[in-house]
């Protein structure tokens, strides 16, 4: 198999700033770093320079454009895309080949707080305070947990970030351990007071969740370590997003991999290589998009589902029936074709669509793109 990524969103660095986070500011600020493309099994036919020039001509790619973007294709948030004929044109010719699409798909802000919910039990299971078989165990238990603290996070932001900052998250340790719980005890406990049910329009399951937090916090109050959380760095939750890169050389050992440039992780893999029998092992290259169709495709196949991921974070699961309903045919043709491409290779490979995200952000893409209840 050949693999050939791009990315999007790659903020390279995610950090604590005021009461939010430095990508905020960002014009269309989004939790979702997708690592993303297509891949050629041994057996398939690669694209040659005639359907280049015919796909060119289908998105209507300027004479002078050195190369494909996602933006020669759609524009907008996702449901904008949808709108693009060009992304039909495209899809349904990727659809059609032997190429098939894969992401690693990175809500990155769950990912900075959700060490929080395995510390904690850790402390609880030092005490054999918790039974997780109500929950079906302890990995169901924590994923139930952690998505309730992202839930918190998102509905209240600013005094969530505040209290990281507060006890220098995520280098927590002495007596801030106790006061960082102790702040988002409080900060749940508001949370699901009435008034506040009623702002943020919280369904009974999600203020049950946050309920359930609350004594979760409860029951830590007197931990006095948070070691998965702990870090060096003050207020820098990620520092680099070199592991999914590298995470893809391991999955797949036996294959290629085709990574748009990207010097700072063509860096840091040359820095750790000699010491690293993944990269020194491993068959990859960085490479200039402009010699590589593969990679511009990967460009669009990034650049939508990072867009799509965004969608999917930012709606509620309420909402995903009477937005479907609202489609146009080309909206629900691109949706349509979408779901194919996500098929087609889970019936491959499940694992070359691969997601750190909420429970919840699971569920709701599993309504929206398959019409699922998980």
């Not at 990727?94 to 060490?115: F, G, P, Q, R, T």
């Not at 039974?131 to 302890?138: E, K, S, V």
């Not at 991999?257 to 068959?283: A, M, R, T």
Request: hydrophobic share 35%; proline share 3%; net charge negative.
């Amino acid at each position: 198999m050949k693999f050939y990524y791009d990315e999007s969103n790659n903020i390279r660095v995610l950090r604590i700033k005021s009461n939010g986070f430095n990508t905020d500011a960002h014009e269309s600020p989004s939790p979702c770093f997708l690592l993303a493309g297509v891949a050629l099994p041994d057996s398939g036919i690669a694209v040659d320079e005639s359907q280049i020039q015919l796909l060119n001509k289908k998105i209507n790619l300027p004479a002078n454009s050195a190369e494909m973007k996602f933006k020669n294709v759609a524009t907008g948030t996702f449901l904008d895309n949808l709108k693009s004929a060009k992304l039909r044109n495209l899809l349904t010719w990727i659809k059609d080949s032997d190429y098939l699409i894969h992401y690693s798909n990175l809500n990155m802000e769950y990912w900075a707080v959700l060490d929080i919910i395995d510390d904690l039990c850790d402390y609880a299971d030092s005490n054999s305070a918790l039974n997780y078989a109500p929950a079906g165990g302890r990995y169901n238990y924590t994923q139930y947990h952690k998505d309730a603290l992202y839930l918190l996070l998102k509905i209240r932001k600013e005094p969530f970030i505040a209290a990281l900052k507060s006890c220098d998250y995520p280098n927590v340790k002495g007596k801030k351990v106790t006061k960082l719980i102790k702040e988002l005890k409080k900060i749940c406990k508001l949370a699901t007071s009435p008034a506040a049910r009623m702002k943020f329009k919280l369904s009974s399951e999600d203020n049950l969740k946050l309920k359930r937090l609350q004594k979760l916090f409860e029951l830590c109050s007197k931990a006095s370590e948070l070691e998965l959380v702990y870090e060096e760095n003050e207020g820098v939750l990620i520092d680099g997003l070199e592991v999914f890169y590298r995470y893809r050389l391991e999955q797949y050992p036996a294959s290629s991999h085709i990574y748009d440039n990207e010097f700072k992780i063509e860096e840091h893999f040359n820095f750790i290589k000699d010491h690293d029998p993944i990269l020194s092992g491993g068959d990859y290259q960085f490479v200039n998009s402009k010699d590589y169709y593969e990679v511009q495709l990967s460009d669009v196949i990034s650049g939508l589902f990072k867009n799509y991921f965004t969608f999917i974070d930012d709606i509620c699961t309420d909402e995903i029936s009477s937005i479907k309903d609202t489609l146009n045919p080309l909206q629900k043709q691109n949706l349509e074709l979408i779901k194919e491409l996500i098929l087609k290779t889970d019936r491959v490979d499940q694992q070359m669509l691969h997601y750190v995200s909420s429970a919840s952000e699971h569920i709701k893409h599993a309504d929206f793109m398959f019409n699922k209840k998980i």
